[in-house]
């Protein structure tokens, strides 16, 4: 085996194409198969040789649960990439429970298969889930590079609220900083930002040709901050033609040429998501203080982990945190098993800002902006080793000798 060829195992159930798979796992020369089984049967035992095990699937039964949970017990060491149609995110912790390392996006169509990009992304995921397994991942390099994915795992949570005020206010701190909308098909970035989408990332796609810095920045709108915007497709059909590899090629990109890259996600573990969190610096999740916010904030948390992300880089901010909604500090501590970093307070001022384009962080003077403006300057701290701030909470709460439990008291009406 060369160095950089992968001997691999294909397992696959009954109603996916074989076809297609074999086109798939055989057109990037890096993947050399050894054998193809099916999930039941006898070939099912035949889990012995190979350095990755993909699992290609039309639907995460429980027969692929199984499966799945065996190979892990028998070969712990050998990674395994589950390959499956996209918009199925359901059983996404339920996946990586059962022992998957990571997950591709199963092209829908039969031709799909021959997509060089396509057999770029599965040799590229099981080149990585195969050096996690050894330990032979290449650490994250430590430079200016500072890449931080929002997540928000229920919509209208105020994940587009927080990513774009997050990078107004590195703009205004005199950084060079981008916002990247991967939120394809409904992304609101450009809304939020009162910023007409005259060139987006489908109109970058579609323009064909290499890919470099001087081309990517011609696809870049500029905020009146100075913040930097590569806007998602203006229609949700166009989402189609953005393909994972593309956008990692695009973050790597924008890693390069700027100091700071916040990209603004879609409320799911979708497989883009998933890859922008992979290669991200740092991860800050957005909740609310309902209960179905926060169960989904917790799942969020736990499927963190599992993809071994850091947790010393992860923050979590609670966003109307002063809304008495009958959920105390105690609740939100019990049900994620941690504290909020960042409480952002409930104000008119934020839903009027949204509405008309006018991030609040521009207008400084409120509550809200100082806590976004602080949490920029935490940012900016970790990358310059300056000392890194306490939690973020509003400049009225900051002074309380309980910041957090003053605020979790306060009531005000919701924005």
């Given amino acids: 085996m060369t160095p950089t060829q992968m001997n691999a195992l294909v397992a696959l159930d009954g109603e996916v194409d074989r076809g297609l798979i074999e086109t798939l796992v055989t057109r990037d020369p890096r993947i050399k198969v050894l054998d193809y089984l099916e999930l039941e049967g006898p070939s099912a035992s035949r889990l012995g040789a190979g350095d990755a095990l993909v699992v290609a699937v039309a639907d995460y039964t429980a027969k692929a649960r199984d499966f799945v949970a065996i190979a892990a017990r028998q070969h712990p060491s050998r990674p395994i990439v589950l390959m499956c149609p996209p918009g199925r995110n359901g059983f996404l912790g339920e996946a990586f429970e059962s022992g998957v390392d990571d997950i591709v996006a199963l092209p829908t169509e039969a031709d799909s ?25 290449k650490p994250k390099t430590e430079t200016s590079r500072n890449v931080i994915c929002v997540l928000g795992l229920k919509g209208g949570s105020g994940k587009t609220l927080t990513s774009i005020n997050l990078g107004v206010s590195l703009a205004e701190a005199g950084h060079r900083a981008v916002i990247m909308d991967l939120d394809l098909q409904f992304g609101d970035v450009a809304l939020a930002l009162g910023l007409s989408p005259v060139r987006t990332m489908y109109d970058l796609v579609r323009s064909g040709g290499s890919l470099d810095a001087e081309k990517l920045e011609d696809f870049l709108v500029t905020h009146s901050s100075g913040l930097k915007a590569l806007l998602a497709p203006v229609r949700p059909d166009q989402a189609s033609v953005i393909t994972v590899s593309f956008l990692a090629d695009v973050q790597r990109l924008l890693a390069e040429m700027f100091e700071f890259v916040v990209i603004d996600t879609s409320p799911s573990f979708s497989p883009e998501v998933i890859a922008a969190v992979d290669s991200s610096t740092d991860v800050l999740v ?12 917790k799942l969020g948390l736990e499927t963190l982990e599992r993809m071994e992300y850091d947790r010393r880089r992860v923050k979590v901010l609670l966003n109307r945190a002063n809304t008495n909604v009958g959920i105390e500090r105690g609740d939100v501590l019990a049900i994620l098993g941690r504290d909020a970093d960042i409480l952002l307070p409930s104000d008119r001022d934020i839903t009027r800002s949204m509405n008309q384009g006018i991030p609040i962080a521009e207008r400084g003077g409120s509550e809200a902006a100082t806590v976004f403006h602080n949490l920029a300057q935490q940012y900016i701290d970790a990358a310059t080793g300056g000392h890194e701030e306490s939690p973020v909470a509003p400049p009225d709460e900051a002074a309380s000798s309980e910041p957090r439990r003053a605020l979790f008291r306060r009531s005000r009406r919701s924005s």
């Fill in 286 to 297: 957005v909740a609310m203080r309902d209960t179905l916010s926060l169960k989904n904030t």
């Fill in 113 to 137: 298969g021959a997509d060089p990009i396509l057999a770029r992304q599965l040799a590229f995921a099981l080149e990585k889930a195969v050096m996690r397994k050894r330990g032979t991942a």
